[in-house]
């Protein structure tokens, strides 16, 4: 990308902006006073600005220096350089993890793996400048910077605009931006839905020209994005946005069998998403393995009900396996999911049908709550049976077996035993 040098940047002076190190993390003060007493730049970075700037407190802190991470490493006993495509440093404190990058600038298009005709990023040690470095980020209102030398917040970009218009809108070309890397169409979608902010047109459509490029993307990255999405709180506004503008048909056909589901009288699974949303909002955040089991579940009631019509009986629990591995797989095969995570996702949503069956006593009840899977099932039961009204009864009968498995089991008494009494030796 070619970066306009006449072009000023805005900044704000600190008395005309409301982010504060008052509202920093302790930790941050401390790697940016040191970066900065070492004679570098230190600023806070991307989203973290971003959020301070609405007024939210950040869940994670970025950190742009233009000290090489060899140099940040040496600053910082407590850290490592991690990465091999970007490049970075953790600094490691008692209970979390600061990250700090160089900054850098766009690669031309010859150092790519691919070479020339390659726009996928598959390299991005390039350091750069600060100006720069601001034009390689994403989304306008993801390219701000807090400079603790001055307290002031810079702006190359014209973020300060769109955070004031709340608009969602990439830097530069964004066929070209989404090219390079197509998770950013998620991201996209993702910010929209939390911050509820709307997206630029152009940004619009070059998603919906772009969205079979999300298949490019690293499905590590792709899963990432996925349970990040699930977690914003704004679940259910960020895959609206997917599904307007194409990208959910091409990354997630599978979320479609929610709606499926309510329109064949099956529950009204389309409310999933908003009951994870109000758990989240009420921090109660289920696993990863249960936000996928949500995910995914209503495509096998679909499924099993096909079955059961076809074959006019109840699915046996051999054949209602072989359904959820059916179903899933389409969805393991284009997401990066650990052995132990795909296993874990397939028994929360057999478990959910084993606790949907009749003839359990509470005993057996307490028994299967002490299986490793549980937690996550019983959280799958609680969002299905929030979202479609049905079952509260025997989600209630599960929630007391939960309970009784958490009941610490009395000390048993040992039975006192009885001294043997010492016969006592004849005399003559």
């Known amino acids: ?133 601001a034009f390689r980020r994403d989304f306008t209102v993801n390219a701000m910077f807090y400079n603790v030398a001055d307290f002031t917040v810079i702006d190359h970009v014209g973020g300060l605009e769109d955070l004031e218009r709340r608009l969602i809108r990439t830097i530069g070309d964004p066929d070209v931006r989404f090219r390079e890397d197509p998770v950013r169409m998620m991201r996209a979608c993702e910010m929209a839905g939390r911050l509820e902010f709307g997206i630029d047109q152009a940004t619009q459509e070059a998603i919906h020209r772009q969205r079979e490029e999300i298949a490019k993307a690293s499905p590590a990255r792709l899963t990432e994005e996925l349970v990040q999405l699930l977690r914003c709180g704004q679940a259910a506004g960020a895959l609206h946005w997917m599904m307007e503008l194409g990208l959910l048909e091409a990354l997630l056909p599978e979320a479609y069998a929610m709606v499926a589901a309510g329109e064949r009288g099956l529950g009204d699974f389309g409310r999933v998403l908003p009951v994870i949303d109000q758990l989240v909002e009420a921090g109660r955040e289920p696993s990863d393995t249960a936000l996928l089991a949500a995910l995914l579940l209503p495509s096998v009631v679909l499924r099993r009900h096909d079955v059961e019509g076809l074959d006019q009986r109840p699915v046996r629990r051999g054949a209602l396996l072989e359904i959820v591995r059916e179903m899933l797989e389409p969805f393991l095969a284009r997401f990066a999911l650990s052995r132990q995570r795909r296993e874990g996702v397939v028994q929360a949503i057999l478990g959910y049908h084993r606790m949907l069956e009749d003839g359990w006593t509470a005993a057996r009840r307490v028994g299967y709550a002490r299986r ?37 089991h009395p000390a048993k008494k040992r039975p006192r035993r009885r001294r043997r009494r010492r016969r006592r030796r004849k005399t003559d």
Do not use: C
Not at 4 to 29: C, G, M, Q
Not at 57 to 78: H, S, Y
């Open 372 to 408: 490793p899977q549980f937690d996550d099932t019983l959280a799958l039961l609680e969002i299905a049976s929030l979202a479609t009204g049905e079952g509260k009864e025997r989600l209630e009968l599960w929630r007391r077996a939960r309970a009784a498995r958490d009941q610490p």
């Open 1 to 133: 990308m070619t970066v306009a040098s006449e072009t000023r940047p805005e900044i704000l002076a600190r008395a005309d902006h409301p982010v504060s190190r008052k509202k920093f993390d302790p930790n941050v003060v401390k790697v940016l006073y040191r970066l900065h007493r070492s004679g570098h730049k230190a600023y806070v970075v991307g989203g973290g600005v971003r959020d301070l700037m609405l007024g939210r407190r950040p869940k994670d802190w970025d950190i742009g220096t233009d000290a090489r991470p060899e140099r940040v490493r040496r600053l910082f006993r407590n850290s490592r350089i991690i990465g091999r495509r970007f490049r970075l440093v953790h600094i490691f404190f008692k209970d979390e993890i600061i990250e700090v990058a160089t900054f850098r600038r766009d690669p031309e298009p010859g150092d790519q793996a691919g070479g020339s005709a390659e726009i996928l990023i598959t390299d991005d040690n390039v350091f750069g400048s600060e100006r720069e470095d």
